[in-house]
């Protein structure tokens, strides 16, 4: 009981204290918060006083910097934006009548790819529109075949350029651009008993889908060699290639050639254009 008695008074002494000091200790915030107000304002004051009399010129230096352009920045986009898809070694292989073109070309960039259009430069014309592409990281071939005057080919013009960034790529190519070649034959016009008549050479082969996604079509250059030189060039389209699936496919070639020593295949498909897919 006593304890309590004792407890009962401290809080009757403070509640007594606070009654009786109450008016005294609003004064003393107001006049703490008066202080605060009469310093915050002299510091304004002074900034605004030592910002535009005294250091008038160094003030205006820096609102100048402030709204002027930044360079910086403008290169600093211009440094991330993808580089030009470079052109290098333009060649022409000379068909029944025309000409076929074959042009190498390099995207330097490991993140972005594009899609384009493009026309060769033959003397003061151009050829026919084609549609192309070129993934991250990549040198590869675009062709047009049968292309008159193209002898005379000096450039390739690209338009509709679009680039767009891709980071996960290696991922997606190792996923998706699986496809094997088997039993490849090249079979020259004398074995075929058209020698004579007309030069047709043939090339035969079976691709096989080896990925887990079903193509719509794949497009497939192929590249004759003889001496290690690339001597003629075609495409063709697969069609339908589902996964899993082997096909057979024939390409002719409507001209003369030297003897081949061998056949390459290489698969031209935008693995990251979802219209080259199957629907099903």
């Known amino acids: 009981m006593v304890n309590e008695d004792q407890f009962y008074e401290k809080q009757l002494s403070v509640s007594y204290w606070y009654v009786t000091h109450k008016l005294l200790l609003k004064n003393i915030l107001i006049i703490l918060l008066i202080v605060f107000d009469v310093s915050l304002l002299a510091y304004v004051f002074y900034s605004l006083s030592l910002n535009l009399v005294i250091k008038q010129n160094e003030y205006n230096a820096i609102l100048q910097d402030l709204s002027a352009p930044n360079h910086d920045f403008g290169f600093l986009r211009q440094f991330n934006l993808p580089p030009a898809i470079s052109v290098s070694n333009i060649q022409t292989f000379p068909g029944a009548k025309d000409y076929d073109i074959a042009a190498e070309i390099s995207n330097p ?25 070129i993934m991250p990281g990549e040198k590869k071939k675009i062709m047009d075949l049968s292309v008159a005057d193209g002898n005379l080919v000096t450039n390739v013009i690209f338009s509709h350029v679009n680039w767009q960034k891709e980071i996960n790529y290696a991922k997606l190519v190792f996923e998706k651009f699986k496809f094997d070649f088997k039993n490849v ?13 007309v030069p047709v050479n043939r090339v035969s082969f079976e691709i096989e889908n ?29 069609g339908i290639l589902q996964n899993g699936q082997t096909k057979n496919l024939e390409v002719n070639f409507f001209q003369r050639l030297p003897k081949i020593e061998s056949v390459e295949i290489i698969p031209d498909v935008n693995i990251l254009d979802p219209n080259v897919f199957l629907k099903l």
């Not at 960039?109 to 592409?133: H, N």
């Not at 034959?185 to 008549?197: C, M, N, R, T, V």
């Not at 794949?218 to 075609?234: D, E, T």
């Open 109 to 133: 960039s490991l993140k972005w790819f594009a899609t384009f259009d493009y026309q060769f430069k033959l003397g003061e014309k151009l050829s026919a529109v084609r549609q192309g592409f």
């Open 185 to 197: 034959k090249y079979i020259p016009s004398a074995e075929l008993g058209l020698e004579q008549k």
């Open 210 to 238: 080896s990925s887990a996604y079903n193509y719509s079509n794949v497009i497939l250059q192929l590249f004759l060699k003889s001496n290690g030189q690339v001597v003629a060039i075609n495409q063709v389209p697969s």
